[in-house]
């Protein structure tokens, strides 16, 4: 296992997170229950797998199974018997966990309130990365990063990050914290696959300038990357992907991706699912990458990723597949910057 920096701090996380979607009754909570699956002996199970190949990195949120998921992280922690300061628990705040209107969103009084049921199920006295969850545009970021602020500042979350937001917002709440002294964003998780990768467009080019870690979610565009869907599949497909089509992709070019990655897997004798993950791996500008699986063979097909090398021929081939089209204004700015890099000095013969 290789272990990144957290953002611009002193703090190491493995290069794979283990995400706790999956950790929670399968059925209940609506939503959730079509990705839970787990009960505690098997999140046990996992997270043990997990910690003895050197990952020390979990993920979880407030919202998965509405609490059950942090419970389970919580209480898995103690079973296994593991020192609190030799595992990073990361976990988010944003979604509707009640009816009313104030039990949802960024504003102080639900980031607060929400805190504290999460440092409760998680069985802690601090949280190592606390995030949210989404954009709320009613609250002022101001009062959303005052809260955080404070937060850090009783100790009760070290480090603070953010999800699924735009890049221009990011760099927004970035500029507020440094003028007024706050803590700072040091993590964005968003989501990026080969078969998605819109996130090198903007926000990429700000991670590599401000220095974040960024926390990638369906690396697999929700298992449609696994090699069991599309031409060529074998078998009938089922899976979550079958029943639940998330995140939203171009089947053209995800088809095209896996067609190349099935080459790529054989090559190197390793599923379709580990070249996938050792694609975006091997993006210099991703800090973890978040994986899942309900079953021990999936988290082994997962973990595998990591002793993965693909040379530079299989990353050439994976990059043009999958490549972006041209989009304005990067077409322009591509186009005008060409004039500004200085050619190679040659010496006078």
């Known amino acids: 296992m290789r272990y990144k ?17 999956t950790f929670g009754p399968a059925g209940e909570n609506g939503y959730w229950g079509a990705i839970a699956s787990l009960h505690q002996k098997g ?26 998921s942090e419970e389970l992280l919580g209480q898995s922690i103690r079973n296994l018997g593991l020192r609190r300061e030799d595992v990073i628990v990361a976990t988010k705040v944003h979604g509707a966990m009640g009816e009313g209107p104030n039990q949802r969103g960024s504003s102080r009084g639900h980031i607060m309130d929400s805190v504290e049921g999460s440092l409760r199920r998680l069985q802690t006295d601090h949280i190592d990365l606390y995030q949210l969850h989404g954009t709320d545009t009613v609250t002022p970021i101001e009062e959303t990063l005052r809260a955080l602020d404070d937060l850090v500042a009783s100790g009760k979350v070290r480090y603070i990050g953010v999800s699924n937001w735009q890049a221009w917002r990011v760099a927004k709440a970035l500029g507020i914290s440094e003028r007024k002294g706050y803590a700072r964003f040091e993590t964005i998780q968003s989501y990026y696959s080969i078969a998605g990768r819109d996130l090198e467009r903007e926000v990429v080019p700000l991670i590599n300038e401000e220095k974040l870690g960024l926390m990638v979610w369906s690396p697999m565009a929700g298992g449609l990357l696994s090699g069991k869907y599309g031409p060529g599949a074998p078998g009938n497909g089922e899976g979550r992907r079958a029943n639940f089509n998330f995140p939203p992709v171009n089947e053209d070019r995800a088809w095209a991706a896996v067609a190349q990655m099935r080459k790529i897997a054989a090559k190197h004798s390793v599923s379709v699912a580990t070249v996938a ?37 299989d990353i050439e081939k994976l990059d043009a597949v999958s490549a972006l089209p041209s989009e304005y204004p990067g077409w322009m700015l591509e186009r005008q910057g060409a004039g500004r890099r200085p050619e190679p000095f040659k010496p006078k013969a």
């Open 5 to 21: 920096q957290l953002g611009n701090t002193g703090l190491f996380v493995s290069e794979i997170c283990l995400g706790t979607m």
């Open 43 to 68: 999140v046990d199970e996992i997270t043990g797998r997990a910690v003895a190949a050197g990952v020390n990195f979990f993920d979880t949120a407030d919202i998965y199974s509405f609490g059950v």
């Open 277 to 313: 993950l050792g694609y975006v791996l091997a993006k210099s500008f991703v800090m973890s990458v978040i994986i899942g699986a309900s079953r021990m063979d999936q988290l082994e097909q997962n973990l595998a990723s990591v002793e993965l090398k693909l040379d530079a021929q």
